[in-house]
């Protein structure tokens, strides 16, 4: 069963102050690994989907990294506007239906 | 619209009663999936489908819980008997497949905040 933990569960960050979100991952074959980010009443927004280890992606100030255990969510000088629950999930290749397993999420707060 | 809609936004009613929950997905989209979402939880999978059928329905927890897609795009999700236990957000998800696809990112709608009293 594929499984997905993410760390830390909250994250208080002053503008400015760079910081890593951990997301561990136990997967039967990876077929690609996805960041979301929630704000608070909406629905999860698509920021990344990573496939094999080494790869990297970056979006304006937050870069997305993949190992073969544990994907990384760098925010580089962060804005108030970064604030959100950032999830991550995994896609397997035995999970019947392309279904994604999702991790409880990272709530961030970048206070100005 | 640009995006998945879903309604109601917000859907309040009593234990025992039927509640059906709605999504119109991205416009030729042909995959729609139902996630559920509990209070500072990831959303957990229900119900996938694939065109018309459901592909896999492995993540409804009982046959309370019910979808269809008659016509391979709007999608209703049909609880019957609900419990207080119900209580959640609803969302619904669409991506674009092809055969072979490699990938196919997933994009959410607003959910539907269901409340169960």
């Known amino acids: 069963e594929d499984q997905v933990t993410q760390s830390p569960e909250a994250l208080r960050l002053q503008e400015g102050e760079s910081s890593s979100l951990n997301c561990s991952y136990t997967v039967s074959g990876l077929r690609g690994l996805f960041w979301y980010r929630q704000d608070p009443g909406k629905g999860p927004e698509f920021l990344f989907t990573?496939?094999?280890a080494g790869e990297e992606k970056e979006k304006e100030r937050l870069k997305a990294t993949l190992t073969k255990k544990e994907s990384f969510l760098h925010i580089t000088a962060p804005k108030p506007e970064d604030s959100a629950t950032y999830l991550c999930a995994v896609q397997g290749f035995k999970a019947a239906g392309n279904k994604l397993t999702f991790g409880g999420g990272t709530r961030v707060l970048v206070k100005p | 619209g640009a995006g998945v809609s879903q309604t109601p936004s917000n859907k309040v009613t009593e234990k025992g009663k039927y509640v059906e929950l709605r999504c119109d997905p991205i416009?030729?989209?042909?995959?729609l999936y139902w996630y559920r979402q509990s209070l500072g939880q990831g959303p957990e999978f229900l119900i996938y489908f694939q065109g018309t059928g459901a592909a896999d329905d492995s993540g409804l927890p009982n046959d309370r819980f019910f979808a269809v897609r008659p016509e391979g795009s709007v999608s209703t999700l049909k609880i019957q008997r609900t419990e207080r236990g119900d209580s959640a957000v609803y969302l619904c998800?669409?991506?674009?497949?092809?055969?072979?696809?490699?990938?196919?990112?997933?994009?959410f709608g607003p959910g539907t905040r269901l409340t169960v009293l």
């Open positions: 416009s030729g989209h042909t995959a």
């Open positions: 990573l496939y094999s």
């Open positions: 998800a669409s991506s674009f497949m092809t055969s072979g696809s490699s990938y196919n990112e997933q994009f």
